[in-house]
């Protein structure tokens, strides 16, 4: 099975917005959707009519446009809405024959999808995947009648909005699914797609939305009872607890209160027996008659609106239905929990509270728990499908299971019994047999898990790498407390940092020169990657501030060589070395990928030279490489003054600029052509070290050139700029003076144009200028409020 072209039934913003993830990985897709009955008054007036295909495509073409204006963005760049093809049900249902995968995303109404599934049965080839993007609605009764050829290939896959950042894809194999079909789907999920993928079964609201939905019943009628406001329950619910910042209303707010009453009706709907589980107050109807549906209208459980100085949020008071100001949250049980260092020992510390806020927390994770374990066989397969799901749907750090162990499965259950609860039978087996928690490690530190008895070892995907269980299983090679060199397996070694926020400190250099010589005597070629929060957030800015305000003058210019040859022995390594970025990837850890032979970067790479938004500029060869690509840009006799080319790469680091994504670093030339990126993050290691395997095949260091400098006539041009920008007041005055700084050092300071000179003299520009930057007090000033407040000072 091969899918080279997708057909999305239904525009709306899950439908677009499936279609656009779909885009970024690289699928073209036919995005249809019902003609319209009437014609807009700017259609009438351009004496169009019904019949024009204009207006028959208008719906899924104007879903395409309002793609475009979305945030957060659903494509990596904006030019991949190209890969949207739009048309309509009515003329376009026959090129479904065209595509290798159908997937419906329309209404919720069961009459509405059988009466698709029928045409679209009518349409497809043989052997055509056809799906639904139903968030509960029964798969079973959608094909009900049709033959067994089309339902061969027909089941569920249920994406997360926004399907470009939320990870979980739950697939639901419908009555007679080809397994077959659900093997591949599931690899080409995870694989192509970048997904976490979950199996789940013909179940109301599926996994994630099961479970999730259960939560917010209780935690509304416990809200009630004990009197808690909106700012105390999220307070309460938040990271505390490991879910996310938007905690529960900040995060029904986003998703939209309608869609929230749909996924919470869909479930009393399905399940008669649970119908009692999942009435929701009356507050709840009365801010969904009021239009109050949270982000989409500007107003739900927070009121968003502009005020003489910025940004004003407002808070709901249920009992009044009135919106106030956001007032702070004191309960001690919190606190104490805030001040814990591990999340198992917050979330103990929290219900072990005595106070209202501990007493709501314990009796709003409590109903969780006991439904998790109650109906776990009903929904998924095992365990493990409960926790993924809801980790990847919902971005739970710990999923059910894992919290019944971090607060102690024992303890919790004597406590439920204590209080009256009965406990689930899944709960009295494991304990009846002697174990004391869901998960266990086994001898070999892998990840096994309860089910039907016993445990079984948890199947990791073939294209992810732990480098967390490389450590415990002894593949380190050589270490300090900044970074370490890991055995990836097939003669493939990863420089893996794990200094603070992964930054970049002396240890870390240290270990990118001893990585360089262990890798050329032993190994094929080297990654530098890690998995951290972020890739790497830069320099470490308290040490260098520290040093700048003691003068050390000599120890930052040391500093700085040091970084600088670190780099440029990563361009001239004489194995290959590719860089596995993602997330943050700024300062020194852009430009230590800019110095690899290749990048292999999760789509989800955030890029950029950041240092003028605290008073600098880049100075660990970044500034020098971007000069050496400008010029690289100017192609061998093409007559193209360098002006343009350098006003790019100028503007890149001028304007601190940072990528949204993988594609956008390229754009910015920080990815050259030949470089890549995977959509799933979790496979960019073992993709980093296919690419080294393949470039050692035929490996060619790197050889020093020389780099013709633009000289002043550019260095003018971009100080122009920089002044025309200054005048239009938007820049500051030190904006203007960083600018020109960096332009000396780009366009090769006061030699003359069309000079060659080697690399080491761009550098020793750059370096020069940093260090003088540092001793301004306004650069001190800039990072300074960076540390103290995280974003930068316009002085």
């Not at 790479?605 to 500029?617: A, C, D, F, K, P």
């Amino acid at each position: 099975m091969q899918i080279h072209k997708v057909a999305v039934i239904g525009s709306g913003v899950m439908g677009s917005t499936i279609a656009a993830h779909l885009a970024n990985a690289g699928i073209p897709s036919l995005l249809l959707d019902i003609v319209p009955s009437k014609l807009t008054a700017k259609e009438e007036a351009a004496g169009l009519t019904l019949e024009d295909r204009k207006v028959r495509n208008s719906l899924a073409e104007q879903n395409k446009t309002n793609m475009l204006k979305m945030n957060p963005a659903p494509f990596l760049v904006p030019e991949f809405a190209e890969r949207i093809e739009v048309g309509n049900l009515s003329d376009d249902l026959g090129r479904l024959s065209e595509v290798d995968w159908v997937i419906e995303v329309v209404v919720e109404r069961l009459d509405i999808k059988m009466d698709l599934f029928k045409k679209v049965a009518a349409q497809v080839r043989p052997g055509t995947i056809v799906t639904s993007n139903t968030s509960g609605i029964s798969l079973k009764s959608m094909v009900e009648g049709l033959p067994e050829s089309f339902t061969r290939y027909f089941l569920g896959t249920h994406f997360f909005n926004p399907p470009r950042y939320m990870k979980l894809l739950e697939i639901i194999p419908g009555p007679n699914t080809d397994q077959d079909v659900i093997t591949f789907l599931c690899e080409f999920g995870e694989r192509v797609l970048g997904k976490g993928v979950v199996m789940a079964k013909d179940t109301p609201n599926f996994i994630a939305n099961r479970i999730g939905a259960i939560g917010s019943p209780v935690l509304l009628k416990e809200m009630l009872r004990t009197g808690l406001t909106v700012d105390e329950v999220d307070a309460l619910t938040g990271p505390v607890m490991g879910r996310p910042k938007s905690a529960s209303f900040r995060t029904i707010d986003l998703v939209g209160l309608d869609t929230f009453i749909h996924s919470n009706n869909n479930v009393a709907n399905g399940v008669p027996a649970e119908k009692d589980n999942f009435v929701l107050p009356e507050f709840i109807f009365t801010m969904l008659n009021n239009g109050w549906l949270g982000d989409k209208t500007n107003q739900g459980f927070y009121k968003k609106s502009k005020g003489p100085k910025g940004k004003v949020i407002e808070v709901l008071d249920i009992q009044t239905m009135t919106y106030g100001p956001q007032k702070s949250v004191n309960f001690a049980s919190l606190e104490k929990a805030k001040a814990a260092r591990s999340l198992p020992e917050k979330l103990r510390t929290l219900v072990d509270g005595d106070d209202i806020g501990a007493e709501f927390a314990w009796n709003v994770l409590k109903p969780t728990l006991l439904y998790a374990a109650t109906i776990v066989k009903d929904i998924a397969d095992d365990i493990t499908g409960i926790d993924e799901g809801m980790r990847w749907g919902y971005n739970w750090e710990m999923g059910p299971f894992e919290l019944w162990d971090a607060l102690g499965v024992k303890a919790t259950a004597d406590r439920i019994v204590a209080e009256g609860g009965t406990l689930p039978p899944l709960v009295e087996e494991l304990l009846a047999k002697g174990y004391e928690s869901f998960y266990q490690k086994t001898e070999a530190g892998q990840t096994a898990f309860y089910n039907a008895g016993t445990y079984h070892q948890k199947t990791v995907s073939p294209y992810s790498f732990s480098l967390k269980q490389a450590h415990k299983g002894g593949k380190v090679i050589l270490g300090n407390a900044g970074a370490s060199l890991v055995d990836l397996g097939d003669n493939v070694a990863c420089l893996e940092f794990h200094s603070p926020n992964n930054s970049i400190n002396a240890d870390v250099v240290e270990m990118i020169n001893k990585s360089l010589e262990e890798v050329e005597k032993n190994y094929l070629g080297l990654v530098i990657g890690n998995q951290g929060k972020n890739f790497c957030v830069g320099a470490n800015l308290i040490l260098i501030l520290q040093a700048a305000e003691k003068g050390n003058w000599t120890d930052l210019d040391l500093g700085v060589r040091e970084l600088q040859n670190a780099t440029m022995a990563l361009k001239f390594a004489k194995k290959p070395v590719v860089a596995a970025p993602f997330g943050m990837t700024l300062g020194g850890g852009a430009e230590i990928c800019l110095h690899t032979h290749a990048i292999q970067a999760s789509s989800e790479t955030y890029m950029g030279l950041v240092e003028l938004g605290v008073g600098l500029i880049p100075a660990g060869g970044g500034t020098k490489e971007l000069a050496v690509r400008a010029m690289e840009g100017i192609l061998p006799g093409v007559q193209v003054a360098p002006d343009y080319f350098f006003a790019k790469r100028f503007e890149v680091i001028a304007m601190a600029q940072v990528s949204t994504s993988a594609e956008k670093a390229r754009q910015l030339g920080f990815l050259r052509d030949h470089d890549r990126y995977s959509m799933n993050p979790e496979h960019i290691i073992m993709d980093a070290k296919a690419r080294v395997i393949d470039l050692a095949r035929n490996f060619r260091p790197n050889l020093p050139t020389k780099v013709k400098i633009a000289g002043s006539g550019v260095r003018g041009t971009l100080e122009l700029a920089m002044y025309g920008m200054r005048k239009g007041h938007y820049i500051s005055e030190y904006d203007q003076q960083l600018g020109n700084k960096l332009a000396y050092a780009i366009t090769g300071g006061d030699r003359p144009a069309g000079m060659l000179v080697d690399e080491q003299y761009l550098l020793d520009l750059e370096r020069e200028v940093f260090i003088s930057l540092l001793g301004e007090a306004k650069t001190q000033d800039r990072i300074r409020h960076m540390l103290a407040k995280g974003k930068p000072l316009r002085n």
